[in-house]
């Protein structure tokens, strides 16, 4: 027997609810950290506001169509800027009371008008070169790119890849070697994919077959490969230099019509080969995992393993295959800085990228495109402070060390809250 109960209508409007046993949460997160940044903007560029006139650069000599260089008031252009700022805030206050979400487009035009009028205060008096200032993160931020990409794949099956900084160390220091025995960057680039490899079958080994936890191996390996390969660089690479450690670099291959778009054309399509593999890389992972039948296995083993085995993937295969997969496409990243940017191997070159590849993965949410967007951003910080120390801006330069590392803690700490990885991921999984 059933007890209905009758409840009179209400004389007042109320607001509607989505459904029985659905309730609705107002995330003040976006409108906080926004007005965070405008009470910032206000007391920079406004109460300790600087005078002069910064100005923007935005074509190179070698482009075919110049354009205008652009000149801002640093003055007004504060006060502009802050002015946005604080409409956007409310703006997003009032989404949120109403519940309503916060487009991703809101927050990228908050983003590029804070970009704006610190710029703007930092250079003032100076110039920016735009395109350099965006080639450079670009080419700061292709390891990064290459290591997200493997952590994706394989917290995606259910594997976490702390080792991401061995294996773009481990491909930095065979490339080098490989490219300077034989004179051929392309066999350097195998070689790098070989180096990955064989790092990741170490995870994969221990990881999936012997149950170790996941993060220590990780830990461990990054520790071996760093003491191994400074270990081959002071006593072989060091003392042999001129034939083990000069390796030739790619030359840039300018894309016909493409290289002559303003400002595009000289970031992304005047780059060496490592690049455009990584366009190709980037797409394919993107593809891959959310439109073929390769990836969805690949998501049904990192989320619910015990019913990928139910309908007959192998998931112990499947992990250990995908893992070396990663480790191939991170060696690559560890390429580039052989072949693509500082032309010769260094101890400890990497200089903590896998680390923050790992915090792009996690800052993406386990997805290729946003996993790429966040490393471009960590790119575009550690960039930023070059191009600022090289202008003389007054911000102190240790501030500036630091910005690609606050960045990195800030979008983490952000963003893990309200991000779930794959169910699987760090999980063991022991068949029944």
């Known amino acids: 027997m059933s007890t209905v109960a ?7 409007p109320v607001e509607p609810t989505p459904g029985p046993g659905v309730a609705r949460i107002k995330s003040w997160k976006t409108p906080i950290a926004f007005g965070v940044f405008t009470v910032l903007s206000f007391l920079l560029l406004v109460v300790f506001g600087r005078e002069g006139i910064s100005t923007m650069r935005l074509s190179t000599s070698d482009d075919l169509i110049q354009l205008p260089d652009v000149e801002l008031n640093v003055k007004v252009t504060g006060v502009i800027v802050t002015v946005l700022l604080l409409a956007i805030t409310a703006l997003s ?8 979400k916060v487009p991703i487009w809101l927050v990228s035009v908050f983003a590029f008008l804070v970009l704006l009028g610190f710029l703007a205060w930092a250079s003032a008096g100076e110039a920016i070169p735009v395109p350099g200032l965006l080639f450079g993160s670009l080419s700061l931020a292709v390891p990064l790119i290459f290591g997200a990409m493997g952590g994706v794949i394989s917290e995606r099956v259910g594997v976490v890849n702390v080792a991401i900084e061995g294996q773009l160390l481990a491909g930095a220091f065979t490339s080098a070697m490989v490219a300077s025995l034989t004179g051929q960057p392309l066999l350097g680039l195998v070689a790098a994919m070989i180096a990955g490899v064989l790092v990741s079958f170490v995870l994969a080994a221990f990881a999936i077959k012997y149950f170790v936890d996941q993060v220590i191996v990780g830990v461990v390996l990054n520790v071996l490969v760093t003491g191994l390969t ?15 450690n000069q390796p030739p670099r790619f030359d840039k291959i300018n894309i016909p019509f493409l290289s002559e778009i303003p400002i595009i054309g000289p970031v992304f399509f005047r780059q060496t080969l490592i690049v455009y593999i990584m366009y190709v890389v980037v797409a394919a992972v993107y593809f ?11 998501r049904a083993v990192g989320e619910h393993p015990q019913a990928a085995d139910t309908v007959g993937i192998n998931v112990t295969s499947t992990r250990f295959w995908n893992v070396s997969l990663a480790g191939a496409i991170a060696g690559l990243g560890g390429a580039y800085f052989t072949l693509g ?6 101890k400890e070159m990497t200089a903590g990228a896998g680390f923050i590849a790992l915090a792009a993965v996690i800052f993406g949410r386990w997805d290729p495109i946003r996993a790429t967007l966040a490393a471009l951003l960590f ?3 550690s960039n930023l402070q070059n191009v600022l120390s090289i202008i003389g801006s007054p911000v102190p330069s240790e501030f500036m060390l630091m910005l690609p590392y606050l960045v990195t803690i800030f979008a983490v700490a952000g963003l893990v809250g309200q991000s779930r990885g794959p169910a699987a991921s760090g999980k063991p999984y022991i068949k029944s």
């Not at 206050?93 to 309503?100: E, G, K, L, N, P």
């Not at 400074?230 to 083990?244: D, E, M, R, W, Y």
């Open 230 to 244: 400074g270990f081959l660089f002071s006593q072989v690479l060091a003392p042999n230099a001129a034939t083990l």
């Open 6 to 12: 009758h409840v009179s209508q209400p004389t007042q």
């Open 288 to 298: 891959g995992i959310f439109h073929t039948r390769w990836g969805l296995r690949l």
């Open 341 to 346: 940017s500082v032309g010769a191997f260094g």
């Open 379 to 381: 790119g575009f910080a």
């Open 93 to 100: 206050i009032w989404m949120v009371q109403t519940y309503r």
